[in-house]
């Protein structure tokens, strides 16, 4: 089992930047890959970001490519998402998940998700 918490997000303008973080519980933290999704009104969750058990690796959504940066430190069980430049159509909840397979972009492969923080991205 694990349990993820979210925090860090807010209300920036246009071309700001904010620091998510994931905070998970358990002692198992550096055997799941971790993953971001974000979801916008009226949208379906979307994929943002996953990196490898290890932080070694990470892949990212195209619409995020070279502004966000996902890292993880796990020896403070933590996942955090850099946000620079961000945009208007950045505004969503962004949660973060938990998968034991590898570096997935699909939702279904995450079976632990926290409960979500907002970003708002003003113009």
């Known amino acids: 089992q694990v349990q993820l918490v979210e925090s860090g997000g807010g209300l920036v303008q246009a071309g700001g930047s904010l620091r998510l973080s994931c905070a998970a519980s358990?002692?198992?933290?550096?055997?799941?890959?971790m993953g971001w999704f974000r979801q916008a009104p009226g949208k379906e969750r979307e994929f943002v970001a996953t990196?490898?058990?290890?932080?070694?690796?990470?892949y990212y959504a195209d619409p995020v490519m070279g502004r966000f940066t996902i890292s993880r430190d796990n020896a403070n069980n933590t996942v955090y998402l850099q946000m620079n430049s961000l945009k208007p159509e950045d505004t969503a909840v962004y949660y973060c998940a938990a998968s034991s397979q590898y570096m997935r972009a699909t939702a279904h492969a995450y079976g632990y998700w926290g409960q979500g923080t907002q970003v708002t991205v003003s113009s």
């Open positions: 358990g002692r198992t933290f550096s055997s799941y890959a």
């Open positions: 990196n490898s058990r290890s932080g070694d690796n990470s």
